[in-house]
């Protein structure tokens, strides 16, 4: 047996190897960054299977993203011959999504139940309040959509919420009407998801005594981000027979802001008794000045669970350091060197552009840098952030196909009740809402009972979709994308649209999307009858196919995470429509526009947790964004941001470059901002400055702070030709000498009285854009344009 798995074993170090194999019991694996954790998380599933030792059936492991979830799928596939598809790998969300799918008469949803996303959900809420005459100055509705989710993942219904005062009366209020409504459309959040599964496997004996015989492994990556209710969760499924192996590392935790409980790694050992607890001190991923840096960061948190890592790589090339006079020159020279890195004109370089990454902290900032990508010509793809899924033509297009697939969806309905625009006015949709309210019905099936005007056009607008839905009963996807995208008038409108070019482009690219789908899914295909490994509750078969051994079954190439076999009792499957919605719901972050294009890859720090590149960029190390301006009056999310700050350093295999820029435009306004205290928790010696170091940081001060010196060290000392790309940079002011700011009144000679925009640019490229009521939106030059604020 042994001797069979062998090969797995190979490319492990003892610690690792000693993990992957570990007896069936529960285990704790807690290691820092690079150091193996997903690598022997997966070599242990390979090794499992491989030994005989559980089904492919048996399995259940729970990934970050929907991204980590392929990638497992497609190692474990080019490790064994194992048919992925079947097995339960994917994200908390995916997984409970296909668990509810499979037993949703007991969960109580329709069979089609969609998935609102967090937009849709606050929509969904403002309707709500807007309906109740709730005072959305004294309850915002993002509050409110706070308010929910956080009793969702504490599993507190509304009737179970410890009142305490007329706000929590109210809010409770809010959150009861939220769930009726949802219940009525047929639709459930991403807490809703979790909780439900929760609430099934608790109240349902059989159920959850099926899934606790079946799935004898279960394993998570990435456990210190755990919530209190996904820990219930894995709690619930772990039966008798069952071993949990988990895989985390405490200074990783990102996610606190969200509810995630570091502290569900010491429970965890304490309530499963756990016995084996391996730690991996061997960091295979970075370099040493690079591993040296981080291990220096976060040795200034406080409250750590204590660990080492090391390297046997050599210390590699020094952290590069760059400062920027501008966000836009930051930008620019980001581009230069990374144009330098690709082409390879230097000893180093060569470098594909999906092993560069820009890692930001807010999402705000990518803008810039997408800006100056896109003029250079550099091909880019943008993770997290606007979603492709998330765009307004995408989410109108989704909107009427959640319609064709259910009537009910008065989200859906409303998006585009009046979109394109066909005389249908808020009036109309009041007098519908009310009908709706009054009948306990949904806005379509209320149509009936409206008159006079309104009436005839809701009515016209119904009769549109209603044959639309009979239209494409018998169309492939793709063929009903197309319909709905010429019969709804999208495509018509945008195209009338000044800027609609792009918005239908990514119409197009809808269709792309789902013929993929449909392709990686099977559907359409004389389906090759995939091994129902799904049981009924209280049967357990065991197919070779379901061993996971069988080598006839279809290579599975780019397996779905979010993959819903069909029912075990009725073969009842998902239509192609509703498994692509569910699909588009849950993918998380990936623009499938430009898939397979070799790109630069842009995200955020948290999501780019658990990746990692050749290059990386960290952008905007300034204090008031990384860390964050929100964390820096208290020293426990500081170590959130320190945490996070570790986390991207550790991404960089052999180069990286942390940049801060002295000014930038954020949420329409000029910053200033001193670079981040974080420069000065990195050891010395790993640095390359590649402009001048100044001596003055955060610390206590941001924004205009007297921290921010008024002339600069001489450019001479430290400057490094690897800048090439930037002139050194001029001596500045801490303060702008126009004195605009974003939002500011002002007046100009001819356009007359008008709003400060935005301002970029420095002294004399200094620009405002101006919003004039008379003559519309400027660009003025400061150094010309002639604007006296008005008071
Ligand atoms: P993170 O904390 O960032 O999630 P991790 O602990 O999960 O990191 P992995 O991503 O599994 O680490 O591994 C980091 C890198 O090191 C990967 O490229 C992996 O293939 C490689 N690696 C891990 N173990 C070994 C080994 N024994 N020999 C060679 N390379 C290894
Ligand atoms: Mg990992």
Redesign the pocket.
Known sequence: EVDAASPLLQ???PE?GAAVTLPNEHALIL????????????TRIAWLLSTGQVSSGGILAVTFTNKAAKEMMTRLSAMLPVNVRGMWIGTFHGLCNRFLRAHYKLANLPSTFQILDTQDQLSAIKRLMKQHNVDDERFPAKQTQWFIAGCKEDGLRPNMVEVRGEEDRKKVEIYQLYEEQCQREGVVDFGELMLRSYELLRDNDPIREHYQRRFRHILI??FQDTNKLQYAWIKMLAGEGSSVFA?G?DD?SIYAFRGARVGNMADFVREFHVRHQIK?E????SHSNILDSANELISHNKTRLGKNLRTDAGPGEPVRVYEAPTDLAEAQWMVEEMRHLVRGDGPEGGFERKEIAVLYRSNAQSRVIETALFNAAVPYRVYGGLRFFERAEIKHALAYLRVLENPNDDTSFLRIVNFPPRGIGARSIEQLQDAARAAGSSLHDAVKSTTGKAGANLAGFVAKLDKLREDTLDLTLRETIELMLQQSGLIEHYKSEREGGDRIENLEELVNAAESFVTQEGFGRDAVALPVDELGPGMLRQSPASQGLDPSLPEVNEPAPDYVPPDAETGETLSPLAAFLTHAALESGDNQAQAGQDAIQLMTVHSA????FDCVFITGMEEGLFPHENSMSDPQSLEEERRLAY?AI??A?KRLYLSHAQTRLLHGQTRYNVKSRFFEELPEGALKWLTPKNQNFGGSAFGYGSGYPSTRPAQSAGFSRESFSSPPVPVQKAEPSHGLKGGMKVFHTKFGEGTVVSIEGQNEDARAQVNFPRHGIKWLALSVAKLTPVP
Do not use: I, P
């Open positions: 490319n492990l170090n690792q290691a820092g960054a690079g150091s193996g954790k997903t690598r022997v998380l997966t990556d990435e895989v590392d990783q991996l061997q960091n295979y991923r947790k658990g990746l990692e986390v550790t991404r295999r």
